[in-house]
């Protein structure tokens, strides 16, 4: 059985780029959730997908924005970047979207904006 | 909305020492509880979850926690840590399909 993935490892973007970071669920998974974890805190939801639809969002802007693909991986994109957004970005799948569900999380994509 | 606090920032101790992790949550409604592990530069790793039943619920590597409804605790123990139990520790609450995690505990194990 395969884990979650996530690609790239790091990234180094400048202020006003875009940049797409990428996660592969867990085999049988239809749920794929992403968390920002910023430097010395605790990873903060932004936005959940199930079965290719939105399934809530966090108090993150409309930049921030993502897909989920029929073979249940998924995309986080993030427009217009600013120093702010230098993050660890987690991708976490489960079976289904409920509050039940362990999430299994993947090792994440560092993103450093200068 | 749901929040979690936990009281330590970093807990030092000793090997073989016992410890104790502290995390207290919001909601006085049925709550679901959990405690990940972070180990440098990797991801999270679920240790225990609190879905309901018992009180005391028993998690890997020698973890265990108590959920106290009246108290709004989730606590995590060890009654002995070795020096890989060195990491960071994030207590979560789930609400609805989102977690809602800590500011996280450093446990700094030392020989």
């Known amino acids: 059985e395969t884990g979650v993935t996530q690609s790239p490892t790091h990234l180094i973007k400048t202020r006003g780029q875009q940049v797409t970071l990428r996660c592969s669920s867990q085999?049988?998974?239809?749920?794929v959730s992403w968390y920002q974890q910023a430097l010395g805190q605790g990873p903060q939801f932004i936005f959940q997908?199930?079965?290719?639809?939105?399934?809530g969002r966090g108090n993150f802007p409309p930049r921030f924005s993502g897909l989920q693909f029929p073979n249940y991986s998924s995309e986080l994109n993030v427009n217009a970047l600013e120093l702010d957004d230098s993050a660890l970005y987690l991708c976490?799948?489960?079976?289904?979207?409920?509050?039940?569900?362990?999430?299994?999380f993947g090792p994440g994509t560092r993103l450093t904006v200068l | 909305a749901q929040s979690v606090t936990q009281l330590d920032s970093q807990v030092p101790v000793f090997e073989e020492a016992p410890v104790e992790l502290r995390c207290n949550y919001s909601?006085?409604?049925?709550?679901?509880l959990f405690w990940y592990v972070q180990y440098p530069n990797q991801g999270l790793q679920l240790l225990l979850k609190y879905l309901s039943g018992s009180t005391l619920v028993k998690g890997i590597n020698g973890f265990e926690a108590e959920f106290n409804k009246s108290q709004t605790s989730f606590h995590l123990r060890k009654p002995s840590v070795h020096i890989s139990d060195t990491a960071e520790y994030f207590c979560?609450?789930?609400?609805?399909?989102?977690?809602?995690f800590g500011a996280g505990t450093i446990l700094r194990v030392k020989s």
């Open positions: 979560a609450v789930s609400d609805s399909h989102k977690l809602v």
């Open positions: 085999s049988g998974h239809n749920t």
């Open positions: 909601s006085s409604v049925s709550v679901y």
């Open positions: 976490a799948s489960s079976l289904s979207g409920t509050a039940k569900d362990e999430q299994f």
């Open positions: 997908y199930y079965r290719e639809e939105e399934n």
